[in-house]
């Protein structure tokens, strides 16, 4: 952030931008945007999120969400984030899934008191935990060394690696215990532990005696020696006899003694595995966890959220007002965010404290933590950057009068959305959120961007350009947009069509086999592949030769066609054709539904990016058109569909969108674009981004966690979350910071980028890709742990061959093969693409085995849409 | 007392000869140029300068004192920057990250150290300024750099770091005339700010301009060592090519030339 005051002569970067390297265009934010190499996945999860919601039921509710976190989390997305940072450090590492299984399978026999017939160590889990981990990162010192000594390509050194862990698991294992897989650990901890076993005993023959007042007329206290219990005398079983015997009064004090008693007996160590069985497999039941005001902070958090992240844009999109600086608001906004988040956090954790104590109290003092932290970043910014730039942002809030009420008005819908359930008032509520958002959209805007000259301007200038619309350029807007509403259309039109059935199977409806279906499928894209391989602009020039209207308008249209079909063509119908084959009516129409939407949406943002290069208030206005016939769709498919989440939430999403449409559609009216950067304010912009991300997430994630008592008392399906996707996210955070923020990340790209090169200017490239593998292999410890603690038991085989999914997560996410290239973020997300073909393809209810088709579809596209969109961003520059 | 001063330096790998008896010096503000042809010893030249091989006789000395280094970064450490022909650069990085690799600035405290981004890019751009170069934007992946600003990020980078022997190995190599020009007042500017500057290259064109000294290296034998009044450009490029030679192959060329000639004539 610069600290330099306000109001100097001349603070505009880029009036002040030399002319040094012309040769660089100035990027636009949405350019520069696509350039982050997680961008095309982002897209893509969202797509392939919003697929599988419309064509499957449980997909869109919590407990699909809480399988695909879980999925994603671990193994998958663990191992992905830390395979991607090996691949941007130029490496490979096969033996990854193999080793999550052998840290797991460690661990479990080093806690074994008796393992077959070679004993076994019987240690504490607070030894195993160190012990394997030193086993993991010998295994990555291991790999990296060699990798490094020898020059050998690293997946030749690490498919070794792979064979000697998957031979040496079956090996061990069957030699050790007899079968191929580890008996289970807490079953192994409670039979390694004689007290614990005494304990268990107790408690299962005490309900109802009075075993305390027997324990001591038999003189057994708790220091008698278990051996003693157990002698072949039968002390012990005597004693158990007797309280069988015994066991006539039942009264209520004789119950807590006992109690008592098997507690003492079950309290004992237990060689730490309750405490770590928290820590590593604690699961959160969502339907215990009630909140009442669940849907308020979701609902502020999708708001405060999407503000943040359309003040981004803007802050990254406008120019400035000179004077206008950075300085104070982010530390405002950021610090006040994350303090409010964590207050909602303390006050979660406080209202619904779990049974276990342990947990509560972790839950409450992280939300502490979270709190405190927001605090002190408010307050070291604010000793940081002057005390004048935080007045400065202050009052140029204070000195706006539209922010204000902007946001009351907003939050009024809210409150008449959340108090309502009849149409009108939906409406009405849905009304004042959007006017709210505007105005103080637009209030923020004219206290900081420099306007356009006038709109009186702005319109003249939409008449110059329309003046010449027969204009080449002019001419190349119309076509897509046509495409777009004729899309639209159809699409509507199709839904309605199919909704006119009463029919749920539309094989059966149409009487064909799945065969016929397929060959009809396969003729249709054969069809579709041919028509594409015809120039549709040669066809289109033919035609132009002709002089008629008729012939020009099908030359344009055939033009446009011919070369959308090229790229989307063959696979659209393949894909449509194959699923229709399977799908129920209601999937079937959700999948052409949503095609022709996204077509619709594709070919109309392509008429209105085209006619900004042509003047720019045609391309707001054609926005705001846009905008009105999102509304529409929503209004359309509220109407007509059949599905509560189609009513809902669809309408609700499709309606927020067209919101937004429409205030960017008339902020870029009101205001001027930047033509230079501005690194000031693009901090900013990426701060306000990253705030706005991060309301979006709590608020989702309150959303996920909590339940309300009207759901409850309708009875929804148990959830249950697990501690893994906590350790996930934080894997996640921490890695993205060091390849981001830290030397050793630079150096991950230097290695990954050009090796000899980063060695001769003095980066340890051999210690840094040890340590990447070192990385790798305790990232592989820890998703073995969080195995063995889930699953009880860990097979020999758990594991091998996933390390594929992991690189296909990495690569998906957008990390590229050659290494010096990628991002942490992209491969989480990419693991996220993984889990919901996963979860999606079983409960869209097609058969399993078609996953393996989707991933390999989804990975070939993400490298052909990396490497296009990458080739594009760079073109731009 | 010279900066840099070598006496009958020699390199052999196993039974090849590839640097014999090289004397030369390197003073504080002027630049030392070394020609030589292909395979004339000059990348051994400098990776013993550099600290990548070891001299196996004669002597190496740094401000008076006898050295031997034993890696790049010792040679780093006493103030001998490369700028090796690859540039040593990453080209998916950007400009300030590829400024400072290996040696960026941090704030906080182990572990929980980071890199001081806003402070790097700042001295990143001051710095290019200060040797004429204007990076608007300092996130730019090297890549998109042309040849001659890659070299100037590189001589910016290394004299930065404190060098005081800047070593260039072939910086003009692949550059286009324009592009070339830029890079030698570049050297010359390292120059004029006191660094002793080595400037390897097999252009005598390129070396007579900047130049104050010239070592001439022909199948790892020193040619000869001379200052800039005791040579003209004409005299080193016949040393280059080592004399004798370059006037047998003009016969040879004169008379290929004149048999086409003839060829084409009749």
């Given at each position: ?10 603070p505009q ?10 040769r660089l ?11 982050r ?16 919601w ?8 919590a407990?699909?969400?809480a399988?695909?976190l ?8 663990i ?8 691949m941007?450090?130029g ?10 299984g ?8 080093m ?13 504490s889990?607070?030894?195993?935990l160190?012990?394997?981990l ?12 060699v990798?490094?000594r020898?020059?050998?390509p690293?997946f030749?050194?690490?498919l ?7 031979g040496a ?16 650990l807490?079953?192994?901890?409670i039979?390694?532990d ?15 005696a ?7 007329s038999?003189g ?8 003693g219990?157990?002698a ?11 309280v069988?015997?015994?066991d006539?009064?039942?009264n ?5 003694q ?13 060689k730490g595995?309750s ?8 699961d959160w ?6 909140w009442e ?34 300085a ?6 950021g ?5 409010v988040?964590?207050a909602?956090l303390?006050i ?33 910014y604010?000793?940081?950057a002057?005390a ?8 140029s809030?204070?000195?706006n009068?539209l922010?204000?009420p902007?946001?009351?008005l907003a939050?009024?819908g ?11 008032g939906?409406?009405?509520?849905a009304i004042l ?8 959209l637009?209030?923020?805007g004219?206290?900081?961007?420099v306007r356009r000259a006038?709109l ?5 200038q ?7 619309f ?31 059935d009463?029919?749920?199977n ?15 499928a396969l003729?249709v ?5 041919f ?20 012939s ?24 449509t054709m194959?699923?229709l ?16 939407l ?8 392509t008429g ?6 042509v003047?720019?208030p045609l391309g ?12 529409g ?16 939430q669809?309408?609700?999403?499709l ?6 449409m ?14 230079g ?6 901090g ?6 990253v ?5 979006l997430?709590?608020g ?25 996707i906590l350790?996930?996210l934080?894997?996640t ?10 030397r050793?990340?630079?150096?991950i ?21 040890t ?16 195995l063995?603690?889930?699953l ?7 594991g091998?061959?996933?390390e594929?999914e ?5 690569v998906?996410?957008g990390n590229?093969?050659t ?16 889990a919901?073909?996963?979860?999606g393809?079983?409960?869209a ?5 078609w996953?393996?088709?989707?991933v ?10 990396n490497n ?10 | 007392?010279?900066l ?8 052999y790998y ?6 014999q008896?090289v004397t030369?010096e390197?003073n ?18 400098i990776k013993i300068?550099?600290g ?5 006789d004669g002597?190496?000395?740094l ?6 280094f ?8 006493r ?5 090796y022909?690859?540039?040593?650069m990453?080209?998916l990085?950007s400009?300030?990250r590829?400024?400072?690799?290996g040696s960026?600035?941090?704030k906080?405290?182990?572990?929980f150290?980071w ?8 001295i990143?751009k001051?710095e290019m300024a ?5 990076i608007r ?8 750099l042309?040849g ?9 980078r290394a004299v930065?770091?404190g ?5 260039l ?12 020009g830029v890079?030698?007042?570049y ?20 070396a ?6 010239f ?7 020193s040619?000869g ?6 040579v003209?450009?004409q005299?080193?490029?016949q040393?280059?090519?080592?004399g ?19 060829a084409s004539?009749?």
């Amino acid at each position: 952030m610069s600290d330099t005051i306000a109001g100097d002569a001349d603070p505009q970067t880029e009036q002040a931008a030399p002319a040094a390297d012309e040769r660089l265009a100035y990027r636009g934010v949405f350019q520069r945007m696509l350039i982050r190499p997680e961008i095309g996945a982002a897209i893509g999860a969202i797509a392939i999120w919003t697929f599988f919601w419309a064509v499957s039921v449980p997909f869109g509710k919590a407990g699909g969400a809480a399988s695909i976190l879980d999925v994603a989390s671990s193994p998958l997305g663990i191992m992905a984030v830390a395979v991607a940072m090996l691949m941007i450090g130029g490496e490979f590492d096969l033996s990854t899934g193999a080793a999550t299984g052998a840290f797991g399978i460690i661990m479990i026999l080093m806690v074994r008191d008796v393992v077959g017939d070679a004993g076994g160590w019987g240690l504490s889990l607070w030894w195993a935990l160190p012990l394997s981990l030193a086993a993991a990162i010998t295994l990555g010192w291991f790999n990296g060394t060699v990798v490094d000594r020898t020059g050998l390509p690293s997946f030749i050194v690490t498919l070794a690696s792979f064979f000697v862990l998957k031979g040496a698991k079956l090996g061990f294992s069957k030699q050790l215990v007899d079968q191929i897989q580890t008996g289970k650990l807490d079953d192994l901890i409670i039979a390694a532990d004689q007290e614990r076993l005494v304990g268990l005993r107790l408690i299962d023959d005490a309900e109802g005696a009075r075993q305390q007042e027997l324990l001591n007329s038999l003189g057994v206290t708790m220091d008698t020696p278990v051996e003693g219990l157990e002698a072949g005398n039968g002390t012990f079983g005597a004693l158990l006899d007797a309280v069988r015997a015994a066991d006539a009064n039942d009264n209520a004090r004789e119950l807590e003694q006992l109690a008592e008693l098997s507690r003492s007996f079950i309290d004992r160590p237990d060689k730490g595995y309750s405490t770590l069985n928290e820590i590593f497999a604690y699961d959160w039941l969502r339907n215990e966890h009630i909140w009442e005001w669940r849907d308020w902070a979701y609902m502020l958090g999708a708001f405060l959220g999407l503000s943040l992240l359309v003040l981004a844009v803007y802050e990254m999109h406008f120019r400035r007002k000179p004077g206008v600086e950075s300085a104070g608001i982010l530390p405002l906004c950021g610090g006040l965010l994350i303090a409010v988040a964590g207050a909602v956090l303390t006050i979660v954790s406080l209202t619904n404290r779990s049974q276990n104590p342990i947990a509560a109290v972790l839950a409450i003092a992280s939300s502490l933590a979270v709190v405190g932290i927001g605090l002190s970043i408010m307050r070291s910014y604010r000793h940081r950057a002057n005390a004048q730039g935080v007045s400065i942002a202050v009052k140029s809030l204070m000195r706006n009068a539209l922010v204000l009420p902007g946001v009351a008005l907003a939050l009024v819908g809210m409150w008449r959305l959340h108090a309502t359930d009849s149409v009108g008032g939906n409406t009405v509520g849905a009304i004042l959120i959007g006017a709210g958002m505007l105005v103080a959209l637009i209030g923020w805007g004219s206290t900081r961007y420099v306007r356009r000259a006038s709109l009186g301007d702005a319109a003249q200038q939409l008449g110059d350009a329309s003046d010449d619309f027969d204009d080449s350029r002019s001419g190349s807007v119309a076509p897509p947009f046509v495409i777009g509403l004729v899309a639209l259309v159809v699409g509507m039109f199709l839904a309605r069509r199919m909704d006119a059935d009463n029919s749920t199977n539309l094989v059966v409806e149409w009487d064909l086999s799945g065969w016929a279906m397929f060959l009809i499928a396969l003729v249709v894209a054969g069809l579709a592949a041919f028509l594409s391989a015809v120039r549709g602009d040669t066809v289109a020039a033919e035609l132009s030769a002709g002089e008629t209207a008729v012939s020009r308008a099908m030359s344009v249209l055939i033009g446009t066609a011919g070369q959308r079909m090229r790229t989307a063509g063959i696979l659209t119908f393949i894909v449509t054709m194959l699923f229709l084959a399977q799908a129920t009516i209601q999937g079937a129409r959700a999948i052409f539904f949503m095609l022709l939407l996204g077509v619709a949406a594709v070919s109309c943002m392509t008429g209105v990016r085209r006619a900004r290069n042509v003047s720019h208030p045609l391309g707001s206005l054609l926005l705001l058109i846009v905008s009105v016939l999102v509304a529409g769709t929503a209004f359309f498919i509220r109407a007509e569909s059949m599905t509560p989440k189609f009513r809902t939430q669809m309408f609700s999403v499709l309606l927020a969108v067209a919101a937004l449409m429409a205030i960017w559609a008339i902020a870029t009216l009101i205001f001027q674009e930047r033509s230079g950067p501005d690194h000031d304010a693009d901090g900013l912009g990426r701060g306000l981004a990253v705030a706005g991300g991060l309301a979006l997430t709590v608020g989702l994630f309150i959303r996920l966690l909590a339940v309300t008592e009207a759901e409850v008392l309708r009875g929804i399906t148990p959830t249950r979350f697990s501690v893994r996707i906590l350790w996930f996210l934080a894997f996640t955070a921490v890695a993205t910071w060091v390849l981001g923020r830290t030397r050793f990340g630079s150096w991950i790209f230097a290695v990954g980028g050009n090796k000899d090169a980063s060695r001769q200017v003095g980066v340890p490239a051999s210690r840094t890709k040890t340590q990447l593998f070192m990385i790798t292999a305790v990232a592989a410890w820890l998703v073995g742990l969080l195995l063995a603690f889930r699953l009880n038991t860990i097979q020999a085989s758990t594991g091998d061959g996933e390390e594929f999914e992991y690189i296909i997560a990495a690569v998906v996410g957008g990390n590229a093969l050659t290494g010096g290239r990628g991002s942490t973020l992209g491969a989480a997300i990419g693991a996220f693409i993984m889990a919901m073909s996963v979860q999606g393809i079983p409960s869209a209810r097609w058969n399993s085995d078609w996953r393996f088709v989707f991933v390999g579809v989804i990975l070939l596209l993400a490298v052909i849409a990396n490497n296009y969109i990458r080739t594009q961003a760079e073109q731009a520059r | 007392m010279a900066l840099l001063e070598l006496q009958n330096i020699s390199k052999y790998y196993g039974n090849i000869i590839a640097l014999q008896g090289v004397t030369t010096e390197v003073n504080a503000g002027e630049v030392t140029c070394v020609l030589g042809d292909n395979g004339a010893g000059k990348s051994t030249f400098i990776k013993i300068l550099a600290g990548v091989h070891q001299h196996d006789d004669g002597d190496f000395l740094l401000e008076g004192d006898s050295v031997r280094f034993n890696s790049p970064r010792e040679a780093l450490d006493r103030g001998i920057a490369a700028v090796y022909q690859d540039l040593a650069m990453v080209p998916l990085m950007s400009v300030w990250r590829n400024f400072f690799l290996g040696s960026e600035p941090t704030k906080g405290i182990w572990p929980f150290e980071w890199i001081d981004r806003a402070g790097a890019k700042q001295i990143a751009k001051e710095e290019m300024a200060k040797m004429g170069i204007d990076i608007r934007d300092t996130e730019q992946p090297v890549g998109t750099l042309s040849g001659g600003e890659r070299q100037s990020v590189a001589i910016a980078r290394a004299v930065y770091f404190g060098a005081k022997v800047l070593i260039l190995d072939e910086p003009t190599s692949a550059l286009g005339v324009k592009q070339s020009g830029v890079v030698l007042r570049y050297i010359v500017e390292a120059a004029k700010r006191g660094l002793g500057v080595i400037f390897i290259t097999h252009n005598p064109s390129h070396a007579y301009p900047v130049g104050d000294r010239f070592l001439i290296l022909n199948r790892g034998k020193s040619m000869g060592n001379f200052a800039k009044s005791e040579v003209s450009q004409q005299e080193l490029t016949q040393l280059m090519a080592g004399g004798a030679e370059l006037e047998q192959l003009q016969h040879e060329l004169a008379e290929a030339i004149a048999s086409k000639d003839a060829a084409s004539a009749s």
